[in-house]
Nanobody, 121 residues
């Protein structure tokens, strides 16, 4: 089992920045891909970014440029840096993990409980 705990969300003004963190614990040696999803009110959960154990990253096309995903394997921690925040970035951001990228991007094996990001205009 793997446990994921997000932190770093909050209320921020448009144009500001946030760094979200996701601390992983448990049987993390089996996790080869991690990522961030988000869900805005009334919307489906959408994939934001992914990163493999080797450091390969991928982003949703509409979010490239303002979002940066990274991980510290030694600390078992995943990060998401968000710059130039917009009101439409308001959502609950979820950390997810899987044994591989296909699993992560279809039916992630593990989910965190989410952290709320609210961007005021």
């Amino acid at each position: 089992q793997v446990q994921l705990v997000e932190s770093g969300g909050g209320l921020v003004q448009a144009g500001g920045s946030l760094r979200l963190s996701c601390a992983a614990s448990g049987s993390t040696v089996s996790i080869n891909a991690m990522g961030w999803y988000r869900q805005a009110p009334g919307n489906k959960r959408e994939l934001v970014a992914t990163i493999t154990r080797g450091g390969s990253t991928n982003y949703a096309d509409s979010l490239k440029g303002r979002f940066t995903i990274s991980r510290d394997n030694a600390k078992n921690t995943l990060y998401l840096q968000i710059n130039s925040l917009k009101p439409e970035d308001t959502a609950v951001y979820y950390c997810a993990a899987g044994y591989g990228l296909v699993q992560l991007t279809t039916t992630p094996r593990y989910w965190g409980r989410g952290t709320q990001v609210t961007v005021s205009s």
